[in-house]
């Protein structure tokens, strides 16, 4: 059973008629060999003496005309024996039926197969490779002669794996051979990630506006590898549709219905189908096969003249038909247009006389050589060792079909010629594919050139073999098309799928600062951990960059320059004050706290120094608590000058207070004086102006050098206390800080305790403040040097410089929060050492005039018409008066 023609032929549409079964048309060169190398293989079998010797094959070759309908009704004639179909009676005469080779394409075997289950009559097919055909249970008598597609599936998801294809579309026929075999290959493919751009089926029945639609998903669609499951017949009307829109840059993988087919490698198909790969079943060469097809007898039966007419596109006619079939062949023709019976085939480049890719037409070979050796074996069974109940045989002339069957099953023979051994294994045979590349020649025409083999039987990994050099693809590119919805994720991204598209289609998102991907088309990324932070790339995680205020940089060389010059400037006025130790500004001054003073500054300086380099346990309780300390041991020497310039000032305001009540007391005698001439009461009066604003008052000087010494060594003591405590209980210590720069590991110290040290810098703030306050209220008190305000204004830039430090500080990261600490540091103790030391330098190295006791003690100032000056001039004021009085009292 072959399918000469590729359609039944249209009906007249008239039911009034007795039914007759439908005319064929549209007549398959490719086909027609097929039955020719099965008349020849039989003429062949026939003519050797080692292959059923006893025996002659027959045949009867019945048309399906590639429908099911056909296929079935031939089915059913073949089991009658007669032109009428009469379902279970055989009643045809003659030699016994032994198999049915055919029907051609899957469809067509799986409906004569069911039929012919039912009898257990064997059916060795040629060309039908559906995967559905394997099940035994529905088809106990299929076999076939050329691979299941299950390794035709798996061979064509292995090509699209093994080119990086993720992005295919898919066409199959409508049948069970192109919907078993897509739906194989799709399984695979999604199953390794690729995607199905679009999936569409050729209709059986013509049907433009279906091609029509196709066409325009092709167009549309951006899927450059399109993989077809069809027979070339239900193929052939979608590639002439496409050569009318002119559709290229696809390539097509082809399956082995039609990679070979003359009906689709027609001229022009180049420009669609050049690059196409395929995979072809096994291919060989049939010594003597091209010389019975050139011999053809024209009129050897209706189908040969048929294959003449169209051949040659003539006609015979009834007379010559008759006249040339009793003449010898050199002496046959008529006059005319008609056929004459000897043109000659070999001028002709026709598919039927192509033997240059003999693969179906192969199969067809070893499928009746298969049924030859089975015939074989049951012929030369010996007696009593036969396969069936009591070691029987079966009787060559009078067989069941099943005893054939067994026979089959179970044959092992090499194919002539070409050394092929075959078997069947559960009906099928090995899965041997070439893969074929259509390539244009020289002569502008397709040629199938073999690029690789496919062995089903090999382990995975050596199945496919590709020699990829000798791949011309489409537009004769010398690459490998890319084929995807999306291009690779590099590393460094991850895939961000798309809502309600397929995976295949994606967008790549960079990876997070922090993570990386260091895999192409990662569907997470992976987050650093630890010390680790991703590079500028993102696909690798690097150590962090180590970062501290390092003292060979330029910001920690200036900050050391500018910290050595100021405990330089502050031993340098210590030197000042050593030297001028015995003069009444430094004795004024308390040499002691001053020096403590100056000691505490120059600690300051220093200290800022130790904030540099990379923390270590030492570093950071050295730092934090010299800090401490100095500002402690600074603040409660300036808290105690400005305890004793206040109660100074209180105590001066309340002599200020009595001396003007004295004065007026004074200035009312020496009225009185003068009027009467009594000068001895105001020299009494005078004398207690005089008492006081001597430094001998108590009122005054109560609070002496020891006291304010005293205020120092307390308030010191109590921070040297609280910062022993915070040493032992949680002393500060180096740290790796991650969270504050992610790209980045600060090494800092950490304080250990919140609560410690907001307490002990707290405890600096409220000596700052109480100096501040002290200073502030004794601001009034007037000598040369208002050391008051100076104190006064130092508290203030002490306080300006930390409270502008807070916010810089919390707006800086890293390094740079150690240098506004520092610079804080330097800047508050710069304006202490300025605001107080500058004034008194100044006096005793560029004003030694005034370094006298007189300019040591403090000024009166005019108030409410009272006397005006020191307490000294006062006193000599009145002495002057009592003079004067005097003077006048001896004139008078």
């Excluded at 079939?325 to 026709?350: F, I, K, Y």
């Excluded at 951990?529 to 991703?534: A, H």
């Excluded at 600096?764 to 100096?771: G, K, R, S």
Aim: charged fraction near 15%.
């Amino acid at each position: 059973m072959f399918p000469v023609h590729s359609r039944i032929a249209s009906s007249d549409g008239n039911t009034s008629r007795v039914p007759v079964s439908s005319g064929c048309e549209g007549f398959n060169f490719r086909t027609f060999r097929w039955t020719q190398t099965m008349l020849f293989a039989i003429n062949e079998i026939n003519g050797r003496n080692d292959l059923l010797p006893n025996t002659d094959l027959g045949y009867v070759i019945y048309d399906s005309c590639f429908t099911i309908s056909k296929a079935v009704e031939g089915t059913l004639t073949y089991l009658t024996g007669q032109d009428e179909a009469v379902p279970n009676y055989r009643c045809g005469t003659g030699a016994p039926l032994a198999s049915l080779v055919g029907a051609g394409g899957s469809d067509l075997s799986i409906a004569t197969a069911r039929i012919l289950g039912l009898y257990h009559f064997p059916q060795v097919s040629y060309s039908s490779t559906c995967s559905a055909l394997k099940s035994k249970f529905q088809f106990p008598t299929f076999l076939r002669t050329i691979p299941n597609d299950d390794h035709q599936s798996t061979a064509m998801a292995q090509m699209v794996l093994h080119f990086g294809w993720t992005w295919v579309g898919t066409i199959a026929a409508d049948d069970d051979y192109g919907k078993y075999g897509i739906k194989g290959f799709k399984e695979q493919v999604e199953e390794a990630g690729v995607c199905i751009s679009f999936s569409e089926v050729l209709p059986k029945v013509s049907s433009p506006e279906a091609i029509q639609r196709i066409v325009q998903t092709v167009v549309e669609s951006t899927a450059k590898i399109i993989v077809v499951f069809s027979s070339d017949v239900d193929l052939s009307p979608l590639i002439a549709e496409l050569l009318q829109h002119n559709v290229t840059n696809r390539t097509w993988i082809a399956s082995e219905a039609w990679v070979t087919s003359a009906l689709i490698n027609h001229p022009g198909v180049s420009s669609v189908l050049s690059g196409t790969l395929g995979f072809g079943v096994k291919r060989a060469d049939i010594p003597g096969l091209q010389r019975h097809l050139l011999d053809l007898d024209p009129y050897d039966d209706g189908l040969t003249e048929e294959f003449w007419e169209t051949l040659f596109n003539c006609t015979f006619s009834d007379k010559a038909r008759w006249l040339n079939s009793t003449l010898p062949r050199a002496a046959r023709g008529v006059p005319g247009g008609l056929c004459t019976g000897t043109e000659s085939l070999a001028q002709l480049n026709n598919t039927y006389s192509d033997i240059s890719q003999l693969r179906i037409t192969y199969s067809v070979y070893k499928a009746v050589y298969a049924v030859a050796h089975a015939l074989h074996n049951l012929e030369h069974c010996e007696r009593g060792k036969g396969p069936f109940i009591g070691n029987s045989c079966a009787d060559i002339t009078d067989f069941e079909p099943w005893q054939l069957m067994y026979y089959l099953k179970n044959v092992r023979f090499k194919v002539p010629n070409t050394e092929e051994e075959i078997y069947f294994d559960d009906g099928d045979v090995e899965g041997f594919y070439d893969i074929i590349n259509w390539q244009v020649n020289s002569n502008g025409e397709i040629s199938y050139v073999t690029v690789g083999r496919y062995n089903g039987s090999a382990v995975p990994e050596d199945r496919m073999n590709i020699n990829h050099h000798s791949i011309v693809w489409n537009n004769e590119m010398l690459k490998p098309p890319r084929s995807v919805c999306s291009e690779n994720c590099q590393p460094g991204t991850r895939k961000g799928i798309r809502q309600g598209e397929p995976v295949c289609c994606f967008d790549c998102i960079p990876c997070a600062d922090g993570e990386i991907s260091n895999t192409t088309n990662a569907r997470e990324c992976i987050l650093c951990s630890g010390d680790y932070w991703s590079n500028d790339a993102n696909d690798a995680c690097v150590p962090k960059i180590i970062e501290f205020l390092a003292f060979g940089e330029p910001l920690g060389i200036t900050l050391i320059v500018i910290s050595a010059f100021g405990a330089l400037v502050t031993i340098g006025v210590g030197v000042v004050f050593i030297v001028h130790i015995g003069t009444p500004l430094v004795k004024a001054n308390d040499a002691l706290l001053s020096f403590s003073l100056l000691l505490s500054l120059v600690v300051t300086f220093l200290c800022a120094i130790v904030f540099l380099g990379e923390p270590q346990h030492w570093s950071c309780m050295t730092s934090q608590v010299a800090l401490a300390l100095g500002f402690a041991l600074c603040l409660s020497s300036i808290m105690g000058k400005a305890a004793v310039l206040m109660l100074r000032a209180q105590a001066l305001k309340t002599a200020r207070t009595r001396a003007r009540a004295a004065a007026k007391a004074a200035k009312a005698a020496v009225e009185a004086a003068a009027d009467s001439g009594r000068p001895d009461v105001i020299i009494t009066n005078t004398n207690n102006i005089n008492d006081a604003n001597t430094c001998a008052n108590p009122e005054v000087d109560y609070l002496t050098c020891a006291h304010q010494r005293a205020i120092a060594a307390v308030a010191t003591l109590i921070q040297v206390i609280a910062c022993t405590v915070w040493l032992i209980i949680l002393p500060p210590h180096p740290v790796k800080n991650t969270s504050a720069q992610n790209i980045k590991i600060i090494l800092e110290c950490d304080e250990g305790s919140v609560v410690f040290i907001c307490c002990i810098f707290g405890y600096d703030i409220l000596l700052a403040l109480m100096a501040f306050i002290f200073a502030f209220i004794a601001r009034k008190l007037e000598d040369h040097f208002s050391e008051a305000k100076s104190v006064t204004f130092g508290m203030l830039v002490f306080f300006i410089v930390w409270i502008s430090f807070v916010p810089a500080y919390l707006s800086t990261r890293g390094k740079f929060m150690v240098a506004v600490q520092i610079f804080a540091i330097l800047a508050s103790s710069f304006g202490m050492l300025t605001c107080i030391f500058l004034p008194k330098c100044y006096v005793l190295l560029v004003k030694p005039e005034r370094n006298t006791e007189e300019m040591m003690r403090p000024r009166a100032r005019p108030r409410d018409g009272t006397w005006t000056g020191t307490s000294a001039s006062l006193a000599t004021a009145a002495t002057e008066v009592n003079a004067t009085i005097a003077s006048t009292a001896i004139d008078d």
